[in-house]
């Protein structure tokens, strides 16, 4: 299967059983980010630092699939998530999506299993 076809079939199944929809899953993960980095994060944002870092590990293994793949993926999502909603933009109420993402339970064990190491 193709570079381009293997994206597709992640991001239209196995990543969106795994994560939810993209569209839930990529704001969740720009309110975080918003957190962390103290200023809006848009969903664009978040998939271009993510296409980055898969360029990234591609500039040291040109030759693992999985990261060409994954690449993709995140350019499809850009498109995919373009077709509902604004995502250059951060959502308008990131502040109080960021404080939901971080007090979920999920997230509040994450930061316990850090803190107990």
């Not at 959502?91 to 939901?100: G, P």
């Not at 339970?105 to 850090?114: C, N, P, S, T, V």
Request: charged share 25%.
């Amino acid at each position: 299967m193709d570079i381009l076809n293997q994206a597709h079939a992640l991001i239209r199944g196995e990543r969106e059983k795994d994560y939810g929809h993209p569209k839930q899953n990529i704001a969740d993960i720009a309110a975080l980010w918003s957190v962390l980095l103290h200023q809006p994060v848009s969903p664009a944002q978040v998939l271009l630092c993510m296409t980055a870092l898969k360029l990234c590990r591609l500039s040291k293994s040109l030759d693992h699939t999985d990261s060409w793949v994954d690449a993709a993926g995140y350019i499809g999502l850009y498109g995919r998530l373009q077709e509902v909603q604004n995502v250059t933009e951060p959502d308008a109420d990131v502040k109080a999506r960021s404080a939901e993402v971080v007090q979920t339970e999920h997230f509040q064990r994450l930061l316990r299993g850090f803190c107990d190491d």
